[in-house]
């Protein structure tokens, strides 16, 4: 009769824990809206969840693709995680960004602690409109111009400058120009003071590119920067 009571026991308690465990690891729902700058949704967009900081590999999650709602839901294990949202014109679903895709910026960083769902509205922008969005508002920014150069000193077309405060970043720049034409010229609006700036071909920019650090007081032109792909 012991022997039974005692397996009893040991059978409850080991179903107990089961139960305790299998309820911890239950997922939870990610969930939100992808919209462009006009609070308009976005179709065939994803977000992009990581499981650290570093944003620049492949992600540990895809969301479904958004439809004409622009509404999407992942599924993940209980942690801490950080998302951005992408809609690729194109349709690949990997690589650099082109021109016209679009991105939502700084990754939202979020914790499933104590949650059953956690809620997240993106707004994705192409090159474009990152650059309008920046554009010059007040006193306190000054117009900075010049030309991107290739490494053979020609003008490069199909790049941009990015300036931050920081040297290093995650997601998007503080600021940006819009993509260069032929003559590689651009145009960039920043405010007073110190801030990194570079040139770059990939959107959203790698951390394999040079920023050097400037002050400007003033508008200023001849602002030449090299970009090295």
Do not use: C
């Amino acid at each position: 009769m012991i022997g039974v009571y005692l397996r009893a026991t040991i059978f409850a308690a080991l179903f107990i824990l089961a139960s305790t465990a299998s309820g911890a690891a239950e997922n939870f729902v990610f969930r939100g809206r992808i919209v462009d700058m006009a609070n308009e949704p976005v179709g065939g967009a994803e977000v992009y969840v990581f499981d650290s900081a570093n944003i620049k590999r492949p992600a540990d999650f895809i969301s479904n693709r958004t439809g004409k709602g622009g509404y999407f839901r992942v599924e993940l294990p209980p942690g801490h995680y950080w998302a951005l949202a992408i809609m690729r014109t194109g349709g690949a679903g990997f690589g650099p960004l082109g021109k016209d895709d679009k991105h939502s910026g700084e990754p939202f960083e979020f914790d499933s602690a104590g949650k059953d769902e956690v809620g997240k509205d993106f707004t994705v922008m192409d090159l474009r409109e990152a650059a309008r969005a920046g554009q010059k508002r007040s006193e306190s920014l000054v117009r900075i111009s010049g030309r991107i150069l290739d490494e053979a000193g020609l003008p490069a077309g199909m790049a941009y400058v990015l300036a931050d405060p920081h040297r290093s970043f995650s997601g998007l720049p503080h600021y940006v120009s819009a993509w260069t034409g032929a003559d590689g010229r651009y145009v960039l609006f920043l405010p007073k003071g110190e801030l990194y700036i570079g040139a770059a071909r990939d959107f959203p920019p790698k951390n394999d590119y040079s920023l050097k650090e400037v002050k400007f007081f003033e508008d200023t032109a001849g602002v030449d920067l090299v970009v090295s792909r």
